[in-house]
């Protein structure tokens, strides 16, 4: 089945600083990548998706780029602010499979 | 709309005992399904249900079973709860399967004693 790392597992950034978190994925069939935002103790909301027949997608300050040949995607995010602190999760599934396979998950801190 | 609702909030079991998790949603989604979330483990996906009618294992099904009532309701049950089962529990569902959007419910916090 799917495996998708996630890393850092942690990630301390100054306001107004950028992030990059990056996973990696083992199927090379996997064709749809989203990300997901999950604030404390609340629940996971998507915040940006990327499909494998593009490379990079943008909306506003998050981007993510997708790598099929070296099977890794990572999330970008400018200008980070306190708000942005959260847990973000990457995960990886294929169009005709049935299940979203959730890397670890990364807890990012933005210090104002 | 209210979206996905999942009931209860929080519970606490004694080993041993059952009980079922409750998930509902308004959106006329096909898909549903079931996560738990331990620390430092993502989301791993329980049981899902393509669509109505249907219901599949998913990464980890030991110890639970699944109910898909009707198009809405998709229900979680813990016939003899163990320590190991102490987990958030979330529900989610998406239009038509895992490349859609998936949308979470609340989460369910529970302890097994």
């Known amino acids: 089945g799917e495996n998708v790392e996630q890393h850092p597992s942690t990630l301390s950034v100054q306001e107004g600083d950028s992030a990059v978190i990056?996973?990696?994925y083992s199927d090379s069939a996997?064709?749809?990548?989203?990300w997901y935002k999950q604030e404390l103790g609340k629940r996971p909301q998507l915040i940006i998706d990327i499909r494998s027949n593009v490379g990079e997608k943008k909306d506003q300050r998050i981007a993510v780029?997708?790598?099929?040949t070296a099977k890794h995607f990572s999330l970008h995010i400018t200008e980070t602010q306190p708000e942005d602190s959260a847990v973000y999760f990457c995960a990886a599934s294929r169009n005709a499979g049935n299940m979203l396979t959730f890397g670890g998950g990364t807890r990012l801190m933005v210090k104002p | 709309n209210a979206g996905v609702t999942q009931t209860p909030k929080f519970q606490v079991l004694k080993t041993g005992q059952s009980m079922t998790l409750q998930c509902a949603q308004d959106m006329n989604h096909n898909s549903m399904y079931w996560y738990?979330?331990?620390p430092g483990m993502g989301l791993r996906l329980i049981y899902y249900s393509a669509s109505e009618g249907t219901t599949d294992k998913g990464e980890v099904p030991n110890g639970y079973n699944v109910s898909r009532l009707n198009k809405r309701e998709?229900?979680?049950r813990l016939e003899s709860a163990a320590p190991s089962q102490t987990s958030v529990y979330f529900c989610a569902s998406s239009p038509h399967g895992v490349s859609d959007t998936q949308y979470f419910g609340p989460g369910t916090r529970l302890t097994v004693l």
């Open chain 1, 22 to 24: 990056k996973c990696t």
């Open chain 1, 30 to 34: 996997s064709n749809y990548f989203p």
């Open chain 1, 65 to 68: 780029t997708l790598n099929k």
């Open chain 2, 36 to 38: 738990r979330q331990d």
């Open chain 2, 74 to 76: 998709f229900s979680l």
